[in-house]
């Protein structure tokens, strides 16, 4: 893979203590496996990666999936609404994808278009999501890729409380991925939910399913 680390690491313990959370990796891996654990963590979600898969991808950039556990898992619509602190419909205007500590993030940048839940201090949101676009590979954890300038979605969020310079003030999404919908215009806005196991949430469809209307 393109610019990608391949040294092993024996024996590697990594304790990484950030925002109240300490993840252990004891283990035998790559350098990028490492990265992805820490990844999850300054999410505001502790989420233990299992496992890491690289692939060529049919476009000019290499794929770097995460696989894992969440700490948090929102069975139904009325969990994911009582944790998230806000709830929006946006409209992502851009979006910036950059490295911390040898962690990919993403802040992405959108108007507020309908409130639903939380107070709105101005008329956009800033979104801190792991993973995203930068040199040349795309970093994405369960399938889910990050907003994208132009993208309409649904989204529960938790207000980010840790480090990153370019995340203070923003919010993360509850549940890293579970409290997202993207709108697909193109279907009559229909909602496409982010989350994969989780059956209630994997089964929404529309506002009313997500009891907002």
């Not at 283990?27 to 999410?43: G, I």
């Not at 898969?53 to 894992?68: A, F, K, L």
């Not at 949101?125 to 309409?152: A, P, Q, R």
Request: hydrophobic fraction near 35%; charged fraction near 20%; avoid cysteine.
């Amino acid at each position: 893979m393109k610019n990608q680390k391949n040294k092993i690491f024996g024996s590697i313990i990594a304790v990484v203590l950030l925002i109240g959370i300490v993840f252990i990796i004891n283990d035998n891996r790559k350098a990028s496996h490492v990265h992805s654990s820490a990844n999850e963590l300054r999410q505001n979600n502790q989420i233990l990666v299992n496992d890491t898969t690289n692939e060529p991808s049919s476009h000019t950039n290499d794929i770097i999936r995460y696989h894992g556990d969440l700490a948090n898992n929102y069975n139904t619509v009325t969990e994911l609404t009582y944790d998230s602190e806000a709830i929006y419909k946006v409209e992502v205007i851009n979006s910036k994808s950059f490295e911390y500590e040898g962690v990919v993030f993403t802040v992405s940048t959108a108007n507020v278009v309908e409130n639903y839940k939380g107070d709105v201090i101005s008329s956009f949101v800033n979104i801190l999501e792991t993973g995203g676009n930068y040199n040349n590979t795309e970093y994405v954890f369960e399938d889910s890729s990050v907003l994208k300038s132009g993208d309409k979605a649904v989204v529960y969020l938790k207000k980010y409380e840790g480090p990153i310079p370019e995340a203070q003030g923003a919010f993360v999404i509850s549940g890293v991925y579970q409290g997202k919908f993207n709108i697909d215009e193109a279907s009559g806005d229909l909602l496409v939910p982010a989350a994969v196991e989780q059956q209630e949430l994997t089964e929404v469809r529309s506002l009313i399913d997500l009891n907002l209307e």
